[in-house]
Nanobody, 125 residues
Framework: QVQLVESGGGLVQPGGSLRLSCAAS????????VGWARQAPGKEREVVSC????????DFVDSLKGRFIISRDTAKNTVYLQMNNLKPEDTAVYYC??????????????????WGQGTQVTVSS
């Protein structure tokens, strides 16, 4: 049974940083692509980034490149999203997502089969 459990969200001031964690179970990170999606208030969900089973990372939102960095620890079966220089527009619920495929799919949220419960990130002074 695939499970994705996020942690690390919270309230942070603009310019601050947070690191989200996604503890995966029911599969190994070498076999499934895992990523992060988010949904801001009043907006549709969007996939932010993904890391393939071979460790290759893929970013889907140009405005986040260089600020958001995805990584993984295969020994802990955990995927991380390091978020730097956070802005109020980054406020959203962040979801860990996984695809039943080794390589990252296209950015469509429907391409990811599994979703975590989400963790709230609020950027505000």
């Amino acid at each position: 049974q695939v499970q994705l459990v996020e942690s690390g969200g919270g309230l942070v001031q603009p310019g601050g940083s947070l690191r989200l964690s996604c503890a995966a179970s029911g599969f190994g990170l070498d076999y499934y692509a895992v990523g992060w999606a988010r949904q801001a208030p009043g907006k549709e969900r969007e996939v932010v980034s993904c890391i393939s089973g071979n460790g290759g990372a893929r970013d889907f939102v140009d405005s986040l490149k260089g600020r958001f960095i995805i990584s993984r620890d295969t020994a802990k079966n955990t995927v991380y999203l390091q978020m730097n220089n956070l802005k109020p527009e980054d406020t959203a619920v962040y979801y860990c997502v996984a695809a039943a495929a080794r390589y990252c799919p296209v950015a469509a949220t429907t391409a990811f089969h599994y979703w975590g419960q989400g963790t709230q990130v609020t950027v505000s002074s």
